[in-house]
């Protein structure tokens, strides 16, 4: 099954390495960021990036032509729906660019069978996230919303997010397979020393006094010797670290993880790197943020992207779903409705 697939709000492309995984055709990818549409550019050789801010009056007509949409995704803006804004206030117009993908969903010829819209799951206490759904079925979709965290499908890292999927077609799967057992481990994706990522020692002069507080209380919950992570801007009373038998805490856009090793009795720190933390994204395969930037912009991308694995499964979900309901609707004998669900949720 061929699936043309636009992105909008598309970043560094995550929702697009993740459906071309499953089977489509990435077309274009849209964004307000120069470096994020390089990189898209240079991730997807085949495929139209502009450069565009989009605004209510933005349509199909600003792309070109890019031809029919089978799948259009779309990231829309996120920080003004959580507490990364602080106690500065919100911007309603940054919230309600989600209803950009949905005019894009109506001015398309024909219309994409399907919409999946991404966000922080705050986005659910918004006043407009009802109208957002009502808006999708007012244009002939049927819709589920799941809340999916990346660290059931395969990614070392806690990232919850709400997933908004439309079908012109058939109503979506009710669930999403996740992965069985153990959610993977941070530790996996930790680079060796001698690839090239230098520590210095933790106690080294004009260390922020905050910084050696948070390792005093990894190491006193874990005994010296053991590695464990520094966590940087949290807010959640873990107490700034964490340690690396379990997924990694929620990438940002800030560099936030300093990793605690040990040299002989000394402790040793070093700030997670580029490569690491696309491997906790579930970046794999070939992508690339080489040369896109300075380090801090390729954080940036990578914390405000969505996990390729994650996108992999729910656009699978809903290909594979497409070609049961087809194979039914050429057997004379097919049941009325299919035989219950046919994908597994994600834990939340």
């Known amino acids: 099954m061929r699936i043309r697939t636009l992105d ?8 697009s390495w993740g459906a071309q995984a499953a089977g489509a055709e990435i077309v274009c990818g849209v964004d307000a960021w120069d470096l994020a549409v390089r990189a898209y550019a240079s991730n997807f050789s085949t495929a139209k990036a502009v ?13 070109g032509d890019i031809g029919e949409i089978d ?11 959580t507490c990364a804004r602080g ?9 309600r660019t989600a209803f950009y993908v949905t005019n894009f969903a109506r001015d398309l010829s024909p219309r994409p069978r399907w919409v999946v819209i991404e966000n922080v799951v705050h986005m659910r206490g918004w006043h407009g996230y009802e109208p957002l759904l009502t808006e999708l079925r007012r244009l002939g979709y049927r819709t589920e919303v799941y809340i999916l965290d990346a660290s059931r499908f395969g990614v070392p890292q806690s990232r919850r997010r709400v997933f908004i999927v439309g ?7 009710s669930e999403v397979r996740g992965q069985r057992g153990r959610a993977p481990w941070v530790k996996g994706i930790i680079a060796a020393e001698d690839e090239g990522h230098r520590s210095r020692p933790l106690r080294s002069e004009g260390r922020a006094p905050a910084t050696l507080e948070r390792a005093k209380r990894g190491i006193a919950a874990l005994g010296e010797g053991t590695p464990f992570l520094i966590v940087y801007y949290g807010s959640d009373g873990a107490g700034g670290w964490q340690p690396l038998d379990r997924p990694l805490r929620t990438i940002t856009t800030l560099d936030r993880f300093g990793l605690v090793t040990w040299r002989g009795s000394t402790p040793m720190l070093r700030m997670l790197q580029v490569d690491e933390l696309m491997a906790a994204m579930g970046f794999w395969g070939g992508y690339s943020l080489d040369g896109i930037g300075q380090r801090r912009d390729r954080i940036r991308l990578l914390g405000n992207g969505v996990c390729p694995p994650v996108m992999a499964a729910i656009v ?26 046919l994908f597994l949720a994600a834990a939340e």
């Open 8 to 15: 909008l709000f598309c970043g560094g492309g995550g929702s």
């Open 51 to 63: 450069h565009l801010r989009m605004t209510p009056e933005s349509g199909p007509a600003d792309l």
């Open 71 to 81: 799948l259009l995704l779309g990231s829309p803006e996120c920080t003004h729906h």
């Open 87 to 95: 106690s500065r206030p919100r911007d309603e117009d940054s919230k």
């Open 167 to 173: 079908d012109l077609a058939a109503q979506p799967p």
């Open 316 to 341: 699978g979900s809903l290909t594979r779903g497409a070609a049961q309901t087809a194979s039914w609707a050429e057997d004379e004998e097919a049941p009325h409705d299919p035989p219950g669900p």
